[in-house]
Antibody
Framework: VQLLESGGTLVQPGGSLRLSCTASEVTFNTCDVTWVRQAPGKGLEWVSTFSASRPYTYYADSLRGRFAISRDTSKNILYLQMSSLRVEDTAFYFC???????????????WGRGTLVTVSS | SYVLAQPPSVSVAPGQTATITCGGN??????VHWYQQKPGQAPVVVVFDDDVRPSGTPERVSGSKSGNTATLTITWVEVGDEADYYCQMWDSSRDQGVFGGGTKLTVL
């Protein structure tokens, strides 16, 4: 499983940005693609999981309303649309392959290398 | 929101056993997963569903749970085990992923 993030850049507070997670068709058919972020020097924070089978998207309560997932099925790309960006959104954003275990819990078995989003004026 | 508590740091000498804990309310009823992250790299899952090792995780790495604490145990610690370790669970009551704050394992 290979996932590749792109789109990270410097953006001003209040701005918007769209990140991409590109993977193979097999990956999208077998994974519930997930975004996890990590502020520089800080811990991991779960952002969102897209369940293709249900279909349903789960969001972190703290980010719901500002972040949204969409998918381009023809290109095997999952997008993370981020709006009203804040300085505290500065982080590496990873996409990962979410695997549902026993129908009740997700773990993230494969990860991309991440893309850096910097929110600063 | 559900909180997973990890000690910020654990230090151990090579060849000794490292124990990294992850505490949470009623964690005994939840499935816990563990990740290793080395500097500049993406996390890698080392244990999932409490005690299942993916292929590639050595047998000296194991997961367990007791009471309100999940534990990652690394026996015969090597210099190459030095990394940050995170526990994670899925809060099914709120459909949210949750990570612990991470533990930095230092091999002296």
């Amino acid at each position: 499983v290979q996932l590749l993030e792109s789109g990270g850049t410097l953006v001003q507070p209040g701005g918007s940005l769209r990140l991409s997670c590109t993977a193979s068709e097999v990956t999208f058919n077998t994974c519930d693609v997930t975004w996890v972020r990590q502020a520089p020097g800080k811990g991991l924070e779960w952002v969102s999981t897209f369940s293709a089978s249900r279909p349903y998207t789960y969001y972190a309560d703290s980010l719901r309303g500002r972040f949204a997932i969409s998918r381009d099925t023809s290109k095997n790309i999952l997008y993370l649309q981020m709006s009203s960006l804040r300085v505290e959104d500065t982080a590496f954003y990873f996409c990962a392959c979410g695997s549902l275990v026993r129908g009740i819990t997700y773990f993230f078995k494969d990860w991309g290398r991440g893309t850096l989003v910097t929110v600063s004026s | 929101s559900y909180v997973l508590a990890q000690p910020p740091s654990v230090s151990v000498a090579p060849g000794q056993t490292a124990t990294i804990t992850c505490g949470g309310n009623n964690i005994g009823s939840k499935s816990v997963h563990w990740y290793q992250q080395k500097p500049g790299q993406a996390p890698v899952v080392v244990v999932f569903d409490d005690d299942v090792r993916p292929s590639g995780t050595p047998e000296r790495v194991s997961g367990s749970k007791s009471g309100n604490t999940a534990t990652l145990t690394i026996t015969w610690v090597e210099v190459g085990d030095e990394a940050d370790y995170y526990c994670q669970m899925w809060d099914s009551s709120r459909d949210q992923g949750v990570f612990g704050g991470g533990t930095k394992l230092t091999v002296l």
